[in-house]
């Protein structure tokens, strides 16, 4: 399960589960979908898989931006995570890759994820960074290794950012991770919305 929450926190980007009294807290569910409605302490939305659903909100909830920045935005020593495929050669092609601000490190290593079937999460430090015709290629290193990660040309690439609460409205697409409280009810303290519309990558 701490892989999984590991997972979940560093996918959420800056945005954390809400902590819980009780020691062992629930799986944290990841959410991608349109808001539909909010309130000071609700979000609703329609989510990926077509399902409605109603999210408390914390009282510290925060937003985060993704900019889109260019490839030599990765650069040796940035913390990033990337949503990849395991290639039969043991490397990583990258769906999409998102840069964490500098001094954030958020789960850490190399872990399943759904963005797409059979895809993996990799979060982790940027080596030397190599340049060619068929995009960007990079070792991340993490606690428990080090995973080579091919960037092909025209991935999704953005900055972490922070934004404010009123970005948060009918309409925007989002990206929150959530967890269940103990009456069964969904809660956050955050999403993350894509710059001008566009859907997080993650």
Same mark, same amino acid.
């Given at each position: 399960m701490n892989r999984l929450i590991a997972a979940s926190l560093g996918a959420a980007l800056l945005v954390a589960a809400p902590a819980l009294a009780d020691p062992t807290p629930p799986m944290p569910q990841v959410v991608r979908g349109t808001v539909t409605a909010i309130t000071?302490?609700?979000? =609703?939305?329609? @989510?990926? +898989?077509?399902? #409605?659903?109603?999210? %408390?909100l914390a009282k510290d909830w925060n937003v985060q931006v993704t900019v889109?920045?260019?490839?030599?935005g990765i650069q040796t020593g940035s913390f990033i995570g990337t949503s990849e495929m395991p290639q039969k050669d043991g =490397?990583?092609? @990258?769906? +999409?890759?998102? #840069?964490?601000?500098? %001094?954030?490190?958020?789960?850490?290593?190399?872990?399943?994820?759904?963005?797409?079937?059979?895809?993996?999460?990799?979060n982790g430090t940027v080596g030397k960074v190599v340049a060619s015709a068929d995009g960007r290629s990079f070792d991340v290193s993490y606690s428990t290794g080090v995973r080579h990660i091919?960037?092909?040309?025209?991935?999704?690439?953005?900055?972490?950012?922070?934004?404010?609460?009123?970005?948060?409205?009918?309409?925007?697409?989002v990206f929150l991770i959530a967890v269940k409280t103990p009456s069964g009810a969904l809660v956050t303290n955050g999403a993350a919305v894509g710059d001008h519309g566009k859907a997080p990558p993650m």
């Open positions: 000071p302490t609700a979000l =609703t939305l329609k @989510s990926r +898989e077509g399902q #409605v659903l109603t999210i %408390g889109p920045i260019t490839a030599a =490397t990583g092609r @990258s769906l +999409e890759v998102h #840069v964490f601000p500098p %001094g954030v490190k958020m789960g850490e290593g190399h872990y399943g994820w759904d963005l797409k079937k059979g895809s993996m999460m990799t091919v960037v092909p040309p025209k991935v999704p690439i953005v900055q972490i950012t922070p934004g404010d609460r009123s970005m948060l409205k009918p309409g925007v697409k």
